[in-house]
């Protein structure tokens, strides 16, 4: 097998704005607003929008059902022994057009239990053009408060009690499935996620969305606020989840590499057999495996099949999601 390229595939009239940094970094002229996001390599649809996210491979399958029907090629035997067909793996663009709701994500355990889904939502960024976010509470906070204040939509009090934290291309961050947290106007980056769309909104007030109706996960905000941490990020915590200036080789927080990886992959290095997500960084790259060289353009997207075999990066700068270590 051999490396895929993968098109944009950005969801329309999401309900924040973005879309121009996506197809600045693309290398494309046109592009249209509230489209804030690139779903990469995707086997995730939209929660409760299926099929609206998944990714569609050339010859016009879903890749999900092309991993589902014959999962070896993609995964290899030794993931799929352990996962099965899951990839474990979900990555985006993502263009903050506008400062993005303060949301959590839920943990495993909450997911299993009221949504039936296999996995939570850890996430990670990677910064490409920098900015502001908001990661975690400074102080304690008191869950019935919590929803006080959610349900009087004081946002300037909420994002007070947050940890905002200025982040510059090339740093990273690692947030824990329920974290609190938002991510500033102009500011662009790679995520990297479980695959899964869990999101529980905590404001609402300034965006295309019914937060009242949607923002809960249909199980209602008493229930749904249990997934939220209330307990504060000390010093030592975030300079745990946030890697400034991250090397080449392992990106992310070790706190995160029980769901998922990121490298930077500098020309020369070399990289073991496995399925991956291949994003071109700082210009154009090229993969030597098997057969001839492929070239990546500037900003493109790359499906890597478990198939392809052991690879380097022979030119450029590529950023490679990859599922958890198996050993």
Do not use: C
């Not at 924040?16 to 290398?27: D, L, N, V």
């Not at 491979?57 to 993931?79: F, K, N, Q, V």
């Not at 291949?278 to 198939?307: C, E, K, N, W, Y």
């Amino acid at each position: 097998m051999r490396p895929i390229p993968l098109p944009a595939n950005q969801p329309a009239k999401r309900f924040y704005k973005g879309g121009r940094r996506i197809a600045e970094f693309r290398g494309l002229t046109t592009w249209e607003e509230y489209t804030p996001e690139d779903w990469v390599g995707s086997v995730t649809s939209v929660f409760g929008q299926s099929p609206v996210g998944l990714s569609i491979l050339p010859d016009g399958r879903l890749l999900a059902d092309a991993i589902t029907s014959d999962p070896l090629p993609w995964l290899g035997p030794e993931h799929v022994s352990k996962h099965g067909a899951d990839t474990l793996l979900l990555v985006k663009l993502l263009d903050a057009g506008q400062r993005l709701p303060i949301h959590v994500h839920p943990d495993d355990g909450f997911a299993a239990t009221h949504l039936g889904t296999a996995h939570g939502k850890a996430e990670a960024w990677y910064i490409l053009q920098p900015g502001t976010v908001y990661l975690g509470l400074k102080q304690s906070l008191v869950r019935e408060d919590l929803l006080g204040l959610i349900a009087t939509k004081e946002v300037d009090t909420l994002l007070d009690t947050m940890n905002a934290i200025e982040v510059a291309s090339g740093d990273t961050v690692f947030v824990p499935p329920g974290t609190l947290h938002a991510i500033g106007a102009g500011t662009f980056l790679m995520e990297v996620q479980q695959p899964e769309d869990l999101s529980i909104l905590v404001e609402w007030r300034d965006f295309a969305i019914d937060g009242a109706a949607e923002g809960h996960l249909g199980l209602g905000f008493e229930i749904a606020a249990r997934a939220i941490s209330l307990s504060p990020l000390a010093l030592d915590d975030l300079e745990e989840l946030v890697v400034r200036s991250a090397p080449a080789g392992e990106t992310l927080s070790a706190r995160s590499r029980r769901y998922f990886r990121l490298q930077l992959a500098e020309a020369g290095s070399r990289h073991a057999v496995g399925f991956a997500i291949a994003i071109a960084h700082r210009g154009p790259a090229t993969l030597q495996g098997g057969g001839d060289p492929v070239r990546l353009a500037a900003g493109s997207t790359t499906l890597i099949p478990f198939g392809y075999g052991d690879f380097s990066v022979a030119e450029g700068t590529v950023l490679l999601a990859k599922p958890p270590a198996l050993g």
